[in-house]
């Protein structure tokens, strides 16, 4: 970290690391290294993010215009806006629930531990923001793949809005659970007699940043929302303005 290892050096090194197998203290320390003495690294613009937080996204706040979510939040989002702003609607978020095969506790310190060593050490805001939302204490994800979950959350009628929606996830599905997660999604937004809206925010194949998408029923309309940084850092909203 200091720059006195030769490039075969390092590569002896990582070789043998990947090897042996890292461990999570391993991963731990060598961020808080890298912390200490790598202040400007160029990393590639790829993310894994750990959806717990989605879940309390209503406790966030979103400072831009005259600002949505409570403006007291000690998770402040302050993305560069470009387009026009969506509309202000108050609403409620209950009985939110989310799913991962693998979920992190963070009430136990060795998941808090991998948890910090997945933040990027050039990016110390984000270690800022990510320890404000554990402080809100998410609900724990189900450890469930995500078709199985979909499955028993979609298989008793609903009577509001229900909102299912992912972050940078869909690029790690298998085509197979892409069309699973496609069409039971679909066939139950068509049966419902209540609304279901499917907010994506993913790698499309396009650039700069990640796709946003929302799909409704029983309208089965499709709107695009515009694009955004993967890291949340910008936001442009094209989406068109809702009927009065």
């Not at 613009?45 to 717990?52: A, H, K, R, S, Y």
């Not at 095969?101 to 009430?107: I, T």
């Not at 993913?202 to 700069?208: F, I, T």
């Not at 709107?223 to 949340?232: A, C, I, K």
Request: net charge positive.
């Amino acid at each position: 970290m200091t720059g006195q290892l030769v490039s075969l050096q390092i590569a002896s090194f990582m070789i043998a690391m990947r090897m042996k197998g890292e461990t999570i203290d391993e991963i731990a320390a060598a961020a808080k290294v890298m912390r200490r003495h790598s202040k400007h690294v160029l990393l590639d613009n790829t993310d894994f993010l750990i959806d717990t937080f989605n879940l309390v996204f209503d406790r966030f706040h979103l400072a831009v215009g005259q600002g949505y979510g409570p403006p007291d939040s000690p998770v402040q989002l302050t993305p560069k806006w470009q387009g026009s702003l969506p509309p202000a609607a108050p609403y409620l978020l209950r009985d939110a629930q989310g799913c991962d095969l693998a979920p992190l506790d963070l009430r136990q310190k060795q998941d808090l531990l991998r948890l910090h060593a997945y933040i990027w050490a050039d990016q110390p805001e984000r270690r800022a923001r990510t320890d404000a939302a554990i402080a809100l204490n998410p609900p724990l994800p189900k450890k469930s793949s995500a078709i199985e979950f979909l499955r028993q959350r979609l298989a008793a009628p609903w009577s509001s809005c229900h909102l299912i929606y992912s972050t940078v996830a869909w690029q790690y599905f298998s085509k197979e659970e892409k069309r699973q997660i496609t069409e039971l999604i679909t066939t139950r937004g068509a049966e419902s007699q209540a609304p279901l809206a499917w907010l994506r925010i993913e790698a499309d194949g396009k650039s700069p940043g990640a796709g946003m998408r929302l799909d409704l029923w029983p309208e089965q309309k499709q709107v695009e929302l515009g694009r955004m940084d993967f890291h949340g850092r910008w936001i442009t909203w094209t989406a068109p303005k809702p009927r009065a």
